[in-house]
């Protein structure tokens, strides 16, 4: 999507450690007339299908899938609480993932309430890099036996393995912009 | 407002401890439509406010955040990130409060670049009780230096303090519905 590369380019900032900051308009400040934009543009790569819930992890996906639910009736979005320790328990799907971020592992995990067989997901998240995030909301979807319509975010690193762990279970992803390459005086090459 | 009151009676559970549980529609799971009834009810109590920013915490009150910018020709929506520890920094307001949930220290921070004395503020999260979360949003906003429309609030528990730190401090607050008490075997009366 173009018009994402562009505010990319102009807004985000690349910082050493191979770290994309876009924080003035998705991750910190969100740019909610912009993010519409992008939801139209979901909408776009998935129009036919009955979406009836979005799925996706705090904090940073909420925005996101938000507007992402407006362009399917404004149904319901449900989000994957992290923790840092596993509580057990039997009325919740519950997923460990590591997050390269903070060198720490965690957990996240979706009531049992609110995503079933009769659920026809789509998910959504702000990035894919290595697909930790992403990959346990699909682990959590193949618990809850829920359809999955497909995984969208809005900025890949497509340098990274995310994409790769994702397809080979079986899912489609789909990214709003994907960047191929990047580098610590603030070059981004798209895909 | 009697749809939010009558909805809570419906779907929350009150849990040991004083804990209103709203998984089912604000907390986990986020029934957008219904927030966007919600945020008409904001934008009527503050209409004619130029309010050109919502800000709010993570990870709650990012959806009931988007829902109000969408009555305020969807302006931006600025989220407070929670840390553990202070991270000292000269581009960023940071504030300490208590969870009284976690029974930990905190900290949120907001960097300037996303608040200043040229934005006129509404504060608007999910929850407040003892209302450290909100204090803390009101002391960023005397940093920044902006202009604070109101505070807002889907449910406050009014027997606890949190409106009356906030109006001490001289803010305008309003919540979308008011509980006045609530026990254990479930019962909620609202003021």
């Not at 596993?86 to 979706?110: A, C, H, P, W």
């Not at 049992?112 to 998910?123: A, G, T």
């Amino acid at each position: 999507m173009k018009l994402l590369e562009q505010k990319i380019k102009e807004d985000g900032k690349v910082l050493p450690g191979d770290i994309l900051k876009v924080d003035s308009f998705i991750n910190h400040q969100i740019d909610t007339k912009f993010f519409i934009e992008l939801a139209q543009e979901v909408k776009r790569l998935f129009p036919d299908e009955k979406i009836n819930k979005i799925l996706t992890v705090e904090a940073s996906g909420i925005g996101i899938s938000m507007a992402v639910a407006s362009q399917y009736d404004f149904c319901k979005v449900v989000f994957a609480k992290k923790n840092t320790a596993y509580n057990m328990s039997s009325d919740k799907y519950s997923v460990k993932l590591f997050s390269y971020t903070r060198r720490q592992e965690f957990f996240i995990s979706v009531s049992k309430e609110y995503l079933s067989s009769e659920d026809n997901v789509l998910i959504v998240d702000d990035f894919l890099a290595n697909g930790e995030a992403m990959n346990a909301l699909t682990s959590i979807c193949q618990q809850a036996g829920c359809k999955v319509a497909g995984c969208v975010v809005c900025v890949e690193k497509a340098y990274q393995q995310g994409r790769k762990r994702i397809e080979n279970k079986g899912y489609r992803v789909e990214a709003l912009a994907s960047i191929k390459s990047m580098n610590d005086i603030g070059d981004i090459e798209f895909c």
